[in-house]
């Protein structure tokens, strides 16, 4: 059933790059600010329920469907990509597919061996989250460099972000990634709970990371906590 809704959506994109003039037009760099918009609005259904209250609220007051209709929107930005991709013969929606498919089998090898067939259940269920984490940036690292990978390598996979990342996130990514080094570039954890922060223009972006290091350290979300409190303000 599912194949068939995913089909069925990319023959959909298709029929609309060849007969709609308005999606006929668009281009990669055209869609880019609907990619953001369509993944910010499926962020802001997920964050309008508490964490802790999903399985009692979402399905009865209705955020599950309007989730639903946000993925999907989501989706047919990557159709939409895609069979633009595909017209200048460079990638298909299957190669996306397959592409995250691979790579999440090279990643997860607690799961999924070699070829991609899940572990027998002796092997299945051996591992901790720390594990997992710590195993996917090793794996990530060992991709991204070769045999003579050197400390600069490790330092480029750590900030190697999205430039469009809002600052807090990127912020946040940078001190869990550093977090599953096997030295911490940034020294040990900070264990305290509260910070004092000195307001000046040359130091206030050294000041906010370090706090970012604090509120990760007690698995803070300092992106999505602000955003949640602005969103209280409107």
């Not at 922060?197 to 906590?225: K, P, Y």
């Amino acid at each position: 059933m599912a194949d068939a809704g995913l089909e069925r959506l990319v023959w959909i994109t298709a029929q609309l790059r060849k007969y709609c003039p308005w999606t006929q037009e668009l281009t990669h760099h055209q869609l880019t600010e609907y990619l953001i918009e369509e993944a910010y609005e499926a962020v802001e259904v997920i964050e309008s329920v508490p964490a802790g209250q999903w399985d009692d609220v979402a399905a009865d007051n209705g955020t599950y469907d309007e989730f639903r209709k946000e993925l999907g929107d989501v989706l047919f930005q990557v159709t939409l990509h895609s069979a633009i991709a595909e017209e200048a013969d460079a990638f298909s929606v299957d190669d996306v597919a397959d592409a995250i498919s691979q790579k999440m089998i090279r990643r997860n090898p607690h799961v999924f061996d070699a070829h991609g067939q899940l572990l027998s259940e002796e092997q299945l269920g051996d591992v901790t989250v720390d594990d997992v984490e710590k195993n996917w940036e090793q794996i990530k690292q060992a991709e991204n460099a070769d045999e003579a990978a050197t400390s600069e390598a490790t330092r480029s996979s750590i900030y190697d972000l999205p430039p469009g990342l809002p600052a807090l996130a990127a912020a946040a990514k940078i001190v869990d990634r550093a977090g599953r080094q096997t030295v911490d570039p940034f020294g040990e954890k900070p264990t305290a709970t509260s910070a004092t922060i000195t307001v000046t223009a040359d130091n206030i972006g050294a000041e906010l990371f370090e706090l970012v290091r604090l509120a990760r350290a007690h698995d803070v979300d300092l992106e999505s906590e602000l955003r949640q409190y602005i969103n209280q303000l409107r």
